[in-house]
């Protein structure tokens, strides 16, 4: 048991005794039914993973592109790069490239290079000739920071009112307050409470970039892992894993 998940482990055996008060098991089974639960669990934990780096991906795929077209440069970002390294504020930005923006949202882009720690982020988006290394530089939480603050700017991002895709600001912080803090629970291994809850979140954002969650569900079922074969010999002293 030492080798278990200890959040997911408690849970199991929360369910495997409402299971057992159920089905009066006996007590040498109870053990296997426990692993039973725990590895459900494992795979319901680990069937989140993809969906929510779907919609990461997504976001940070369709914002260059969307920006691009807004500003009409791929590399816009390099001058608030360069308007911070030559000791402006961002307030000198009431627009990028002739397009208005709000000051938060160069502000967002502007935080993003004051917090920039991991030397091959930097050495990213230093120098000439970039394209969209900064997109790549961006958390989940950088995505949405950017995003929310200038709404009217990138509102158009998503499908149109027409379309039948209501979005309102309100609507984009809440769907993406429920992925973030789920991938900050799959991060930390916790177990997810409400798959359902996660699922339609992301299942919005895909919608609303033109992506179906279904495509994304059935490459998922389809895929193929290559085994990699144990080389260490089995012997007395290995402990029997959760089955």
């Known amino acids: 048991m030492r080798t278990l998940n200890p959040t997911l482990l408690r849970d199991s055996i929360h369910e495997g005794v409402q299971v057992q ?9 109870q053990r296997l039914v426990i692993h039973k639960i725990y590895t459900r669990k494992v795979k319901e934990f680990s069937s989140i993973y993809p969906f929510v780096f779907a919609v990461e991906n997504a976001l940070r795929s369709v914002l260059a592109d969307y920006l691009e077209e807004r500003f009409g440069r791929m590399e816009w970002w390099t001058l608030v790069r360069n308007a911070r390294q030559n000791g402006q504020s961002y307030t000198a930005f009431p627009n990028i490239l002739g397009t208005p923006v709000n000051p938060a949202f ?10 920039m720690v991991n030397q091959q982020h930097i050495n990213n988006v ?12 961006l958390t989940l939480g950088d995505l949405w920071t950017i995003m929310q603050a200038d709404w009217p700017l990138i509102r158009n991002m998503f499908a149109t009112d027409v379309l039948g895709f209501t979005f309102t600001k309100t609507m984009f912080n ?3 307050r429920v992925i973030k803090e789920t991938r900050n629970e799959l991060f930390h291994s916790n177990p997810i409470k409400d798959r359902k809850k996660i699922v339609d979140a ?12 279904g495509d994304y569900d059935h490459d998922l079922g389809a895929a193929q892992s290559v085994r990699v074969p144990a080389t260490v010999a089995r012997a007395q002293r290995h402990v029997i894993p959760a089955r």
């Open 21 to 29: 008060a159920l089905q009066q098991i006996p007590i040498p089974e």
């Open 106 to 115: 160069v502000k967002a882009v502007w935080r993003v290079f004051d917090n």
């Open 126 to 137: 230093t120098g000439n000739n970039k394209t969209d290394e900064f997109y790549y530089c």
């Open 174 to 176: 809440d769907t993406m």
């Open 202 to 213: 992301c299942e919005r954002i895909l919608n609303g970039l033109q992506f179906h969650l």
